[in-house]
């Protein structure tokens, strides 16, 4: 198993290294996210484990129990992550050229690239499956479009994770970045006129596989609405975040937390502030919560403070 950043690093080209770091500078969740290669090209196929039966304790020479895993398979396809860019020759021109205008330009996008697939992975997959199984707990807030969520996942290899190509990214790239007609001058429409200019397609194969549900829960309503000054509407209490992690099993080493700075912020003034002790020498005050009891907890701003109340 490697971390999205490591793999990125490890296993790129130079350019391609600067193209991942481009897609994570916004996108801390994808950046620690645990990535697995797929066994079959573009499909990676899994077991979803229903029965165990394990080994025993038994007495001094007697007859061994059977053991078995009783299993179904399954499989999940990755999906295309692509785009195109397109300029027109004098637009070109004034950034000195095509290769310096996709060059100014690529970045931005990437960016914004690693933002949307982030957020894909946070709502689609985790946020969905967890209240589709009904591994919930409602923090009770009302304020229609101003809830916030905060999902709790506990990472298994072969269970829970990215997924990637190995054939892709295992040859030095992480998006194959490729020039319309060599890079030359062609011909393509834009706002119904026929144009000369210059193209770029970029296009990449990434999947979340989420074989087990009982690894994911949510929490969601949590509302940071004051209607009595000073006080959130609805805050999870200690026992509520505790019991969320329960749920997954979660631990010091494998569990993590992802929701809004807004929650970050409010957990830091509602569950530490109070504890916060300065000298009268002391310029700096850190309300700030990393961990909630050794679980790693990710604030992320491709989460939404505006979030339907969940019923």
Same mark, same amino acid.
């Given at each position: 198993? /490697?971390?999205?950043?490591?793999?990125?690093?490890?296993?790129?080209?130079?350019?391609? @290294?600067?193209?991942?770091?481009? &897609?994570?500078?916004?996108?801390?969740?994808?950046?620690?996210?645990?990535?697995?290669?797929? $066994?079959?090209?573009?499909?990676?196929? +899994?077991?979803?484990? =229903?029965?165990?039966?394990?080994? /025993?304790? &038994?007495?001094?020479?007697? @007859?061994?129990?059977?053991?078995?895993?009783?299993?179904?398979?399954?499989?999940?396809?990755?999906?295309?992550?692509?785009?195109?860019?397109?300029?027109?020759?004098?637009?070109?021109?004034? %950034?000195?050229?095509?290769?310096?205008?996709?060059? /100014?330009?690529?970045?931005?996008?990437?960016?914004?690239?690693?933002?949307? &697939?982030?957020?894909?992975?946070?709502?689609?997959?985790?946020?969905?499956?967890?209240?589709?199984?009904?591994?919930?707990?409602?923090?009770?807030?009302?304020?229609?479009?101003?809830?916030?969520?905060? #999902? #709790?996942?506990?990472?298994?290899?072969?269970?829970? !994770?990215?997924?990637?190509?190995?054939?892709?990214?295992? $040859?030095?790239?992480?998006?194959?970045?490729?020039?319309? =007609?060599? !890079?030359?001058?062609?011909? %393509?429409?834009?706002?119904?006129?026929?144009?000369?200019?210059?193209? *770029?397609?970029?296009?990449?194969?990434?999947?979340?596989?989420?074989?087990?549900?009982?690894?994911?829960?949510?929490?969601?309503?949590?509302?940071?609405? @004051?209607?009595?000054?000073? /006080? +959130?509407?609805?805050?999870?209490?200690?026992?509520?975040?505790?019991?969320? *992690?329960?749920?997954?099993? !979660? !631990?010091?080493? $494998?569990?993590?937390?992802?929701?809004?700075?807004?929650?970050?912020?409010?957990?830091?003034?509602?569950?530490?502030?109070?504890?916060?002790?300065?000298?009268?020498?002391?310029?700096?005050?850190?309300?700030?919560?990393?961990?909630?009891?050794?679980?790693?907890? *990710?604030?992320?701003? =491709?989460?939404?403070?505006?979030?339907?109340?969940?019923?």
């Amino acid at each position: 198993m /490697e971390l999205f950043r490591s793999l990125a690093l490890s296993k790129l080209a130079p350019k391609q @290294q600067l193209v991942s770091t481009d &897609i994570i500078e916004q996108a801390d969740v994808l950046a620690a996210l645990p990535m697995y290669p797929t $066994n079959n090209g573009l499909r990676h196929v +899994y077991r979803k484990i =229903n029965s165990v039966k394990a080994a /025993e304790i &038994i007495n001094l020479d007697d @007859q061994l129990t059977s053991m078995n895993v009783d299993f179904t398979a399954d499989f999940k396809d990755l999906s295309a992550i692509g785009g195109e860019i397109e300029v027109g020759e004098d637009e070109a021109q004034q %950034f000195g050229g095509p290769v310096a205008f996709f060059a /100014e330009m690529m970045p931005s996008i990437l960016q914004k690239t690693g933002m949307d &697939i982030e957020r894909t992975y946070l709502y689609n997959t985790l946020r969905a499956l967890a209240i589709s199984k009904g591994n919930v707990i409602d923090a009770g807030g009302t304020t229609v479009n101003g809830q916030n969520s905060i #999902i #709790i996942v506990k990472y298994v290899p072969g269970e829970s !994770g990215g997924i990637y190509d190995p054939k892709g990214w295992g $040859n030095g790239k992480a998006f194959d970045i490729k020039p319309y =007609n060599g !890079g030359n001058l062609y011909k %393509f429409t834009r706002n119904g006129k026929t144009i000369s200019g210059y193209g *770029v397609r970029i296009k990449t194969y990434l999947g979340f596989l989420m074989a087990n549900p009982s690894n994911v829960a949510v929490i969601v309503n949590v509302d940071l609405k @004051q209607s009595t000054p000073g /006080e +959130y509407d609805a805050i999870p209490s200690k026992s509520a975040v505790n019991k969320a *992690v329960r749920m997954v099993r !979660g !631990g010091a080493n $494998n569990t993590y937390m992802y929701t809004t700075p807004a929650v970050v912020d409010a957990f830091g003034e509602v569950y530490k502030s109070s504890i916060v002790r300065m000298g009268s020498d002391e310029q700096n005050i850190n309300t700030m919560i990393e961990y909630w009891n050794k679980v790693r907890l *990710v604030s992320t701003y =491709n989460m939404d403070e505006t979030e339907a109340v969940v019923s």
